[in-house]
Nanobody, 121 residues
Framework: ESRVVESGGDSAQAGGSLRLSCSASGFSIEDPTYMTWYRQAPGRECGLVAIIRHDGGADYADSVSGRFTISQDKAKNTVYLQMNSLKPEDTGVYYC??????????????WGQGTQVTVSS
């Protein structure tokens, strides 16, 4: 069975940093066309934060570009999201998913475990 487990969420001050991890099992992170990080802030829609393609190329939401970095460690079968210069609006639950899971199961915010990030001013 293919699974992902997110971790690393915590409380932080504005301007601080956190690193989220997405540990995959049952599949290799090299297999999907891309891996994704989404977030859902209180009262807001589930939104895409970052994508990393199997060739290592990455794209970001405008709101996090220049502050967040998505990366992958193929040996550990883990995808990371390094979050710097955190802002209160980065608060939310962060979810990770490979593209085949979202294609089959739908929006990850509806079924994922997620990890909570809270940024205070």
């Amino acid at each position: 069975e293919s699974r992902v487990v997110e971790s690393g969420g915590d409380s932080a001050q504005a301007g601080g940093s956190l690193r989220l991890s997405c540990s995959a099992s049952g599949f290799s992170i090299e297999d999907p066309t891309y891996m994704t990080w989404y977030r859902q802030a209180p009262g807001r829609e589930c939104g895409l934060v970052a994508i990393i393609r199997h060739d290592g190329g990455a794209d970001y939401a405008d709101s996090v570009s220049g502050r967040f970095t998505i990366s992958q460690d193929k040996a550990k079968n883990t995808v990371y999201l390094q979050m710097n210069s955190l802002k209160p609006e980065d608060t939310g639950v962060y979810y990770c998913a490979p593209e085949f899971m979202t294609r089959i199961r739908g929006r990850v915010c509806d079924w994922g475990q997620g990890t909570q990030v809270t940024v205070s001013s």
